[in-house]
């Protein structure tokens, strides 16, 4: 079993920027690519980026591509999302996820509990 945490979220200007955190634990949190996907209100959880567990690969939604950096930190169980140039549109929970790779969220077996991202204009 891995268990995730997110922390991080919170209430932004457009064109400002937040990082998002998600701490894992469990025996083999580590060895797992870790993901993020956010849903809005009335919408799907959609894809957002994904990394390796050795941090060496990385893959972006379009819709985040050169605004939104993945990055995880082994030694400390955790994965990151730097989030720059924030737009209304990112308003949504977001979702720490493991266990799985690729964009559709029905892949991944461990999901932590979401955090509120919400960008005023």
């Known amino acids: 079993q891995v268990q995730l945490v997110e922390s991080g979220g919170g209430l932004v200007q457009a064109g400002g920027s937040l990082r998002l955190s998600c701490a894992a634990s469990g025996r083999t949190s580590s060895t797992y690519p870790m993901g993020w996907f956010r849903q809005a209100p009335g919408k799907e959880r959609e894809f957002v980026a994904v990394?390796?567990?050795?941090?060496?690969?990385?893959y972006y939604a379009d819709s985040v591509k050169g605004r939104f950096t993945i990055s995880r930190d082994n030694a400390k169980n955790t994965v990151y999302l730097q989030m720059n140039s924030l737009k209304p549109e990112d308003t949504a929970v977001y979702f720490c996820a493991a266990g799985g790779w690729g964009t559709d969220s029905a892949g991944y077996d461990y999901w932590g509990q979401g955090t509120q991202v919400t960008v005023s204009s």
């Open positions: 990394i390796t567990w050795t941090g060496g690969s990385t």
